[in-house]
């Protein structure tokens, strides 16, 4: 008998998708609701979707596109970067999601044996990224837990990030080199995060920024929740030879399985543009024609469908605060930004991943389990995948599940 050929090392030590656990979890169980998946409960704008129903038929619809997008989508996206974002020195690639994007800027930016830098808790796929492309050396700097929720004392809310100053001094020696060790090539934030909902104000972004180009390090920002924003604040992008910005259509326009992101890179950035080409073209070759269409007519339709959506989830949110509310006072961070919060567990619950496997089969609700982000012992909620009223059934469920686990164990 004949054994098969090995498998690649570098993907058999990435880590198992986190989500494609979850689904295997919530397929073993009866009635579960999700509070796991960062989805929104929307569909893309009845207007745009109306305007690509019939182009099914049209025979350019089935053809490869342009690598880097559609031009009308481009230019599009330009308008929109230089109104809203003030990026006026980006070029711009269309990807297959903003997942496949941090992938091409992994695969263009960074070569084997490259250090990298990121921040627990951590998006889970940028991690596996940097995992599968065969980078060894990912630094994970400190966070300040304590950090991650608003100051509700104060007539004017302020928020502290999760960066705070030894945060930053962290940064700045990392990326010094002290002790001979390797300058990082790449470091990378998503603002606001995922998974904990928490914001990145402008002084803080831009002091990582120019500690960046101090020390000749990419600086990629993931933005997909630009539009998801509370409370008053507003997002902000920054621009420089050194920093790439990345977008994403699936939870703004509700666009979760048409896979459209975008790329936003310096357009100074000499070959930049020809080396993402190159990987672009063995990934997707290009986005999906039909999504695009469907990503441009759903840019004219404008951010203030997104934001009247958006803020219907502030009472989501509030929903899910009280749900946590037997975890104890300052158990429940962030949620200032994106579609998360994310929450500690009693100590004696650092297996969170049991936690998460007790409370689906228990009382019918799913969480994502902190470990899989860098954070052993905490789990996110997301409250952007529920309207109101399931919000409530999955919150009573979440919250009777936390007052047994609190009161009397995984019995």
Known sequence: MTSCPELAKRCIETDTPVMVEIQRLVRSAKDVMSLAQGVVYWQPPEEALNKVKDMVWDPMISKYGPDEGLPELREALLDKLHRENKLR??????????????????????????????FAPYYFNAYMSFQMTGITDILVGPTD???????????????????????????????????????????????????????????ILQRMSDLCKEAGSWFVVDNT???????????????????????????????????????????????????????????????????????????QVGPGWIQERVQHLVK???????????????????????????????????????????????????????????????????????????????ADRLKRGLEQLVTEGMV
């Not at 941090?102 to 695969?107: A, E, G, I, K, R």
């Not at 502290?160 to 060790?181: A, D, H, P, Q, R």
């Not at 899910?320 to 158990?331: M, Q, V």
């Open 316 to 394: 989501n949110r509030e929903i899910l605060i009280n749900a946590l509310s037997p975890l104890g006072e300052g158990a429940v961070k962030g949620g200032e930004g994106a579609i998360y919060l994310w929450a500690k567990l009693p100590d004696k619950y650092s297996d969170d991943f049991e936690v998460v496997r007790w409370l689906v089969h228990k009382h019918g609700v799913v969480v994502i389990p902190g470990c899989a982000s860098g954070g052993p012992g905490y789990v996110r909620i997301s409250f952007g995948g529920l309207k109101e009223g399931d919000c409530e059934v999955a």
């Open 225 to 299: 929740y630009e539009y998801f924003m509370y409370d008053g604040l507003k997002h902000t992008c920054i621009e420089g030879s050194h920093i790439v910005n990345v977008f994403s259509f699936s939870k703004a326009y509700g666009m979760m399985g048409w896979r459209v992101g975008y790329i936003a890179y310096p357009t100074e950035a000499d070959g930049f543009a020809e080396q993402l080409l190159k990987v672009q073209d063995n990934i997707p070759i290009c986005a999906s024609i039909i999504s695009q269409k469907l990503a441009l007519y759903s840019l």
């Open 145 to 203: 837990l304590d950090t991650l929720h608003p100051d509700l004392g104060k007539q004017t809310l302020y928020f502290v990030c999760v960066l705070v100053s030894n945060i930053l001094e962290w940064l700045e020696k990392t990326l010094s080199g002290e002790g001979n060790k390797p300058v990082p090539k790449l470091v990378t934030v998503v603002n606001p995060g995922n998974p904990s909902g928490a914001y990145i104000p402008p002084p």
């Open 89 to 118: 020195k980006s070029s711009v690639m269309v990807t297959a999601g903003a997942n496949q994007a941090f992938v091409n800027l992994v695969l263009t930016l960074c070569d084997h044996g490259d250090s990298v830098v990121m």
